[in-house]
C-alpha cells in the first residue's frame, strides 16, 4: 500500500468519526424532532402579525394565538434550536472583536496611566453642578523661527585619506 493510499484510508476514518461526533451531539442533518421544518414558516408567520400590528394594520387576533400556541409547542418539543437573529446589524466599525465591559461597568473608564492612586472627582449632582469656565480666546499659534542653514555632515572616516596615501 502506498503512501496516498494510506493517507486516503486515514482520511476516510476521520471523517467517519466526525460524522459520529456530529450525529450525537445533535449538530448534523440526522432525525429532526416533529414540526422541525414548520419552525420557519410559523416564525415568518409571526413576524408578518407583529410587522402589521406595530405598522397600525389589522391583524387577526386568532391567527396570532394559534402561531403563538404553534411555537409554544415546537420550542417545548425542542424543535427550535436557534433563537440568533439572522438580520442582526454588523458591528460598528473597529468593534468587530470588542468584549463588551462586565456587567455594572457600562459606563465607566479605568484611571489614565500614573492616576490610579487618585480620588476621583464627585459625580455629578453630588456637590452641584460643575461651574462653567469662562470662555477663552484660543491662543496665539506661535510661528516657527527661521530655518538656519544646514551644513553638510563629513564624510565616513573610511573615505578620507591623508596626502601620504595612508588611511
Known amino acids: 500500500m502506498g503512501f496516498l493510499d494510506k493517507a486516503k484510508a486515514a482520511a476516510s476514518d476521520l471523517a467517519a468519526k466526525a460524522d459520529t461526533a456530529l450525529g450525537s451531539s445533535g449538530l448534523t442533518g440526522g ?5 422541525a421544518g414548520d419552525v420557519d414558516r410559523y416564525f415568518h408567520d409571526l413576524g408578518v ?14 391567527d396570532r394565538a394559534r402561531v403563538m400556541t404553534n411555537l409554544q409547542e415546537l420550542d417545548s418539543s425542542g424543535a427550535i434550536r436557534s433563537f440568533a437573529l ?6 460598528a466599525p473597529g468593534m468587530a472583536g470588542a468584549v463588551p465591559p462586565p456587567p455594572g461597568m457600562a459606563g465607566t473608564t479605568p484611571p489614565p496611566p500614573g492616576m490610579a492612586g487618585t480620588t ?11 461651574s462653567p ?11 516657527a523661527p527661521p530655518a538656519a542653514p544646514v551644513a553638510a555632515p563629513p564624510p565616513p572616516s573610511w573615505m578620507t585619506t591623508d596626502d601620504s596615501g595612508d588611511r
Open 133 to 143: 469656565e469662562p470662555p477663552q480666546a484660543p491662543a496665539p499659534v506661535p510661528q
Open 49 to 62: 402579525l407583529t410587522y402589521l400590528e406595530a405598522s397600525g394594520r389589522p391583524a387577526d387576533p386568532a
Open 120 to 130: 476621583p472627582p464627585p459625580p455629578f449632582g453630588a456637590g452641584g453642578p460643575p
Open 86 to 91: 439572522h438580520t442582526a446589524p454588523p458591528p
Open 31 to 35: 432525525p429532526k424532532p416533529a414540526g
